[in-house]
Structure formats: structure tokens, C-alpha cells
């Protein structure tokens, strides 16, 4: 039998994920962002039991900051991780990227609101638009699902200075097949339930079936290390919460 290498197999997902789901991706999710932008961290905290608060506080205490360090945050939203980080270490150089206005407007009013600067960027984040060797640090939280992860880890690592950092957090599969089953289940009857709460737009209702579906094709938190570790990263370290349901990764760009 032809050995297939990790790589190899990384590749045939990353095109499965996208056969499944480009239409999605392309012209849909989008509009789901658009809708739920105002509420967006009420969902979470809904859909999560209370405990959004929790992934985020065990992420960001994975990052390491130095004075006047250069970061980025992709796929920032309502740009809660670039305020948690300006919490952490307040003369940062912050820049947020995102698709979605509607999610960026609702963060520029957050970051304002507590006295902090965001660089704001609307822009497709599978080409970002900084030159090479630009941060210190490229952070992303629960998005990696939403989008063609390798295109995009590639240009992470191309604007990461040599010696910079990747942090890397997100819903993930469980390798547990007990744990995923029940993870799974829990999904299906939340996203209804959530989206009924919320009044959520048409856009949202029809992307119900696709956020678990999502999951189920995403990669588990040992995956997602040997994937970083293929792309070229080093000193990959990985931290999972409720058996991997979550999961965050710190990487080392080669110098």
C-alpha cells in the first residue's frame, strides 16, 4: 500500500473542507457575521453555558508579550482578544483583520470604550495584506473552522518576524470518539436553540446544520499540532480544555 505522509493527508482534508463548504464560505457565512454582530458575545456566552469567558482568559494566559511588541489578531470580531491583550501589556502596536465590518465596527466601539487603539483592516484574511516580516505576534480564536486553514496559516507565517510567535485557539474535534459523539449532540440542539433565542436571520438558520458539520471535519487538537509543525512552525505546544473540545496551540516561526 503507498504510504500517504501527513502532509499529504492534510492536504486531501483542506480540499474535502472546501468542496463541502466553499458555497458557505463564499456567500453565506458572511451574512451570518453581518447579522449576528451586535449580539455576537451574547451568543457565545449562551452557547457555551457561561464559560466563553473562561476559553478566552486560558488563551490569552498563553501568550507571551514584550513592551511595544507588533501583533496581529485575524479574524478579530468584536476584537475581544486584541483588548485582552492591550489589558495585558497596554503599549502594544495592535492590528485586527477581519471579513466582516459589522463584527469590526461592534469592536472598534469596544475598544474605544475602554480607551484602547485597534488598527482596523476589512480584508479576506487568506491574503493579509502586511508585508513579510512584519509582527511579533499573530494571534487567532474561533475562526480557524470558518476558513482554508492552510492557505491561511501560510500567510500567517509569512508577515510573522523570524523568532515571532503564532497563537492558535478554537473549537475542535475531539480525538475521544465518546466525547465528540456527546460534543456533537450538544451542538445540534444548542445552535437551534440559540438561533431561536436570538431571532437569528435567514442566513443563520441555514447555516445550522454547517457549524457542526464544521466540526466534525475540523482537525483535533493533535492534528492541529503536527499541521503547524508541517507548515514549517516549531516548538509547537498545545493546551485542550473539556477533552478537547477547545483547544489552543503556541507555535515558533523558524529564525
Known sequence: MEH????????????????????????????????????????????????IDWFRRSFVSTIDLKPKQRVLDVCAGTNAVGIALLKKQPDLEVYAVDRSAEMQSVGQENAKARGFHIDSTITDVHTLPFPDNY??????????????????????????????????????????????????AYLTACVSVVAWMFKSNQYALGCKKYFVDALKMFYSPEEMSQLLFDQGFTTVTSKSLLGGVVGSHKALSAA
Open 4 to 51: 500517504v505522509s501527513e502532509l499529504d493527508k492534510f492536504s486531501g482534508r483542506e480540499i474535502a473542507r472546501e468542496q463541502a463548504f466553499s458555497e458557505i464560505w463564499s456567500k453565506e457565512i458572511n451574512n451570518v457575521f453581518a447579522d449576528v454582530a451586535y449580539y455576537y458575545d451574547r451568543v457565545n456566552r449562551a452557547a457555551s453555558l457561561g464559560m
Open 135 to 184: 509582527f511579533d505576534v499573530v494571534t487567532i480564536q474561533f475562526a480557524s473552522r470558518h476558513l482554508r486553514l492552510i492557505e491561511v496559516i501560510r500567510e500567517i507565517k509569512r508577515v510573522l518576524k523570524p523568532g515571532g510567535h503564532f497563537y492558535h485557539s478554537d473549537m475542535l474535534r475531539p480525538s475521544n470518539k465518546i466525547v465528540a459523539k456527546a460534543y456533537f
